[in-house]
């Protein structure tokens, strides 16, 4: 109970110097939020969204879920894209996966998880979609760096894929998707620098999903 406690105590302290760098940051905390970006990271407590972006309370939209996955079935994930595209207009769409990433360590495992089963076995497609590489990554814990940064490119990819994403940056030329690794070891951000461009025209040979929108004149 005392480590419970605590928080409260830890809350009052951040609330005494948030007020004390600005007297109206609560005021402006409770407008209305306007971030440019949303974050999809892992839920992993040791990655802090907006902290390892340097960033303050309200400018980023967040979703975390275990190993930073975008499944098309699960409509939390598909609501807060949907949200932060339509409602928020978000510039910048960025999945984060974390080298040492325990979702991703579990899915590598010849085991049963049990209900983890289906939600790993996105990630177990990953390791089937780039077998022929990660199997030729003799050694195991750079396989599974390799593996982290796989997921983070099909999970921003499943981004693309979607209705809102796609109309919207046709209409309006955002938002734009990234994909990152966080370092644990050295809490360095790391781009993968996916070309969003290339990706998108490619996968809308098949997920097309604008409807024949045209782009907007110049």
């Not at 939020?33 to 974050?39: A, G």
């Amino acid at each position: 109970m005392a480590s419970y406690e605590q928080i409260f105590d830890n809350n009052r302290k951040w609330v005494a110097e948030m007020t004390a760098k600005d007297a109206n940051f609560f005021e402006k905390l409770a407008r209305d939020q306007n971030p440019d970006y949303l974050y999809i990271g892992c839920s992993d407590s040791r990655v802090p969204a907006n902290e390892i972006m340097g960033l303050e309370p309200g400018d980023v939209f967040v979703h975390r879920n275990v190993a930073n996955l975008v499944n098309n079935t699960d409509l939390n994930v598909m609501s807060v894209i949907n949200y932060a595209v339509k409602h928020l207009s978000v510039k910048h769409i960025i999945v984060c996966g974390h080298y040492n990433c325990g979702g991703v360590k579990a899915a590598m495992m010849p085991k049963d998880m049990g209900l983890l089963n289906p939600w790993l076995r996105t990630i177990r497609d990953v390791y089937r979609m780039h077998y022929d590489e990660l199997d030729a990554i003799k050694d195991e814990h750079k396989r599974y760096s390799r593996l982290v940064e796989l997921n983070v490119l099909e999970q921003a990819t499943n981004v693309i894929k979607t209705a809102s994403v796609q109309q919207c940056y046709l209409q309006n030329k955002y938002p734009i998707v990234h994909g990152w690794v966080f370092d644990l070891h050295t809490g360095i951000l790391i781009d993968l620098n996916i070309n969003f461009e290339k990706i998108l025209k490619e996968i809308q040979k098949i997920y097309d999903l604008t409807g024949g929108m045209a782009a907007p004149s110049e």
